[in-house]
Nanobody, 129 residues
Framework: QVQLVESGGGSVQAGGSLRLSCAVS????????MGWFRQAPGKEREGVAT????????YYADSVKGRFTISQDNAKNTLLLQMNSLKPEDTAMYYC??????????????????????WGQGTQVTVSS
């Protein structure tokens, strides 16, 4: 059973940075896609960034390209999200997630929440102007 625990959220002023971490246990070699999602109050959950582990290819929402970086620390079984130049519209609960089984690259690039079966409890990010 895959278990995910996020940390690193907090409050920051616009223009600041945060790094989110997700400790992953139960991860197997057949897990091909992991990602970060966010959900603001009254809005649908959206895929922020995903990583296709087979080729280490990364995919980003247009709203975060050039500002966020997703990566994996294999040694520590940790998924990271470095967030720079934060904006008030980045305020949301952030979740890490794993797509079960051998997800395709197309699935991973689509960043659809419905394709991810394992979720962490979330960590809050608040950006003030």
């Amino acid at each position: 059973q895959v278990q995910l625990v996020e940390s690193g959220g907090g409050s920051v002023q616009a223009g600041g940075s945060l790094r989110l971490s997700c400790a992953v246990s139960g991860y197997t070699a057949s897990t091909y896609c992991m990602g970060w999602f966010r959900q603001a109050p009254g809005k649908e959950r959206e895929g922020v960034a995903t990583i296709y582990l087979v080729t280490e290819t990364t995919y980003y929402a247009d709203s975060v390209k050039g500002r966020f970086t997703i990566s994996q620390d294999n040694a520590k079984n940790t998924l990271l999200l470095q967030m720079n130049s934060l904006k008030p519209e980045d305020t949301a609960m952030y979740y890490c997630a794993v797509s079960p089984g051998r997800a395709s690259r197309t699935t991973c690039s689509s960043r659809r929440p419905g394709d991810f079966g394992y979720w962490g409890q979330g960590t809050q990010v608040t950006v003030s102007s």
